[in-house]
Each structure stands twice: as structure tokens, then as C-alpha cells.
């Protein structure tokens, strides 16, 4: 298992960018691939951006061309980069690692956009 610990949230105008960071520490081994997801107040978790150990990212729809996810060599730091930020994009973002037969949370990191 790995601890998840996120940081970069904080407040932003419409426009603006942020970046999260996700740090990670414990046993990678047979990692699937990493990833950000989001929660709005009263909405569902959902997607934002994964990137496996093979390098293939995946994007929400809502956020392409715009984020950016990224990883270091050593699974140890993961990124999103978030551009051109929208009011719909303010929501909790938490950092997630899958296995195969489990999944590592982080405690996620609050996002507000601003209009």
C-alpha cells in the first residue's frame, strides 16, 4: 500500500491556473496507475486524469486541453497541472493509486474557482 498526501489546492479566479501535487510513499509494486478525481458539494466523485504504469493518460472530457497529469520517474510525485480554470472545476480533488485489488486514497485538497 502507499500513503497519498496532496497539496496545491487553495483559491483561484476564473482563468487562473493551480497545481496539485500528490505526494506518494510505500510499496508501488504492481501499481496500476495513478490518478485525480474530484468532488463537487452534493455531486458525485468523478474522473479528472489518470496515467497508468505504462505512461497512457486519460482524461475527463471536461477538463481536456486545459489539465495536464504528470508523474516522476519513480512514482513518488504525482502532478496536475490545471489551466484556464472554471467555477465548474471548484471541488475536492483527491489523489488515487489502483492496484489490482485495491485502491489508496489521499485525504484530498479543496479547490474554489472563483467567477
Known amino acids: 500500500q502507499v500513503r497519498l498526501v496532496e497539496s496545491g489546492g487553495g483559491l483561484v479566479q476564473a482563468g487562473g491556473s493551480l497545481t496539485l501535487s500528490c505526494a506518494a510513499s510505500?510499496?508501488?509494486?504492481?501499481?496500476?496507475?495513478m490518478g485525480w478525481y474530484r468532488q463537487a458539494p452534493g455531486k458525485q466523485l468523478e474522473l479528472v486524469a489518470t496515467?497508468?504504469?505504462?505512461?497512457?493518460?486519460n482524461y475527463a472530457d471536461s477538463v481536456k486541453g486545459r489539465f495536464t497529469i504528470s508523474r516522476d520517474n519513480a512514482w513518488t510525485i504525482l502532478t496536475l497541472q490545471m489551466n484556464s480554470l472554471k467555477p465548474e472545476d471548484t471541488a475536492d480533488y483527491y489523489c488515487?493509486?489502483?492496484?489490482?485489488?485495491?485502491?489508496?486514497w489521499g485525504q484530498g485538497t479543496q479547490v474554489t474557482v472563483s467567477s
Open positions: 488515487n493509486a489502483n492496484f489490482p485489488q485495491y485502491d489508496n
Open positions: 510505500g510499496n508501488i509494486y504492481n501499481l496500476n496507475s
Open positions: 496515467i497508468t504504469s505504462g505512461g497512457r493518460t
